[in-house]
């Protein structure tokens, strides 16, 4: 297990899938689409007094409260706490650019270069 994914973690509540890499929410997934959320207002705020995985059984039934500077986000409760896949982690809208996640990084790499000059 690579050292970035022990950051991870996901807590899930009845409807929603909130992933963190240590407090900051990088990914929101609506759980009956599996699809994600890119602009849930919980996107990229920190999460306050997230516990450690090992004694995330405590956090079952907790709300969890994310806050930003210009907003605030309180969950319905928490009904498990997970580890995420490695597929997961690469879809986080923290991995893309823009509030976009994109299929084929090397496009938007190719998008980004200058137009080549009209020929004369």
Known sequence: MSEDRRR??????????????????????????????????????????IPELPDSEVWIGQRIHFWGRDT?????????????????????????RAGMIFENPSSHIKSSLPSPAPAA
């Open 8 to 49: 991870h973690c996901v807590f899930f509540t009845k409807h929603t899938e909130y992933h963190l890499r240590d407090a900051e929410c990088v990914g929101v997934r609506d759980r009956s689409s599996g699809e994600w959320m890119l602009k849930h207002a919980a996107l990229r705020l920190m999460a306050l007094a």
């Open 72 to 96: 605030d986000v309180l969950t319905s409760p928490v009904v498990a706490v997970r580890r995420p896949s490695i597929d997961e982690v690469f879809d986080y809208v923290s991995q893309a």
